[in-house]
């Protein structure tokens, strides 16, 4: 299936010319706006894969529009400048853009372009999943450690002890160890703060 883009241009011909490049290039155009605040509405409604993103535009430009887009709804947006607006690429870089792409817009420019915005948004996602599920892992090993310590100091046992009881516990309540490590920390925190 082809990656879903939002086209974002506030001069038709313009807007036209890109759709027709993209989707003759296979990808899906889900939607079209000429404007900033269409923008949003429609990259809210749509969560398109990728949104292409002209900067001079009526009501809401398409810097403060980008903002908006890639920090609210977490979707990458690849701006469409033109050469006088280089003074934008230093705002654009605080918007999180993928990328930019200078006018006239050419498919020899756009497909690969857009290629390359996807690839990137890609892995920035998957590396963020990785650093959520190693600060999980982290946590949860923290969590076991610190229940563990507090099962050896109130019962007086052992390391391996303390843990077989922790793993113990977590097989007859049917929880995960690091549930049954975070409910021993809670239980002890009450029992502190009484
Ligand atoms: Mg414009």
Redesign the pocket.
Known sequence: MGKRILVV???SI?LLDITYMLKDAGFDVVGQARDGEKAIELAHALQPDLVLM????PKLN?LKASEVISNTFQIPVLLLTAFSQREYIDQAKRANIVGYLVKPITEASLIPAVEIALMQAENTKKYQEQMAQLDETLHNRKAIEKAKGIIMKRKNVTEEIAYNKLRRLSMNKQLSIEKVAQLIIINDQKQVNR
Do not use: N
Not at 54 to 57: A, E, G, T, Y
């Open positions: 241009e506030d001069e313009v002209d900067i001079k535009m398409g």
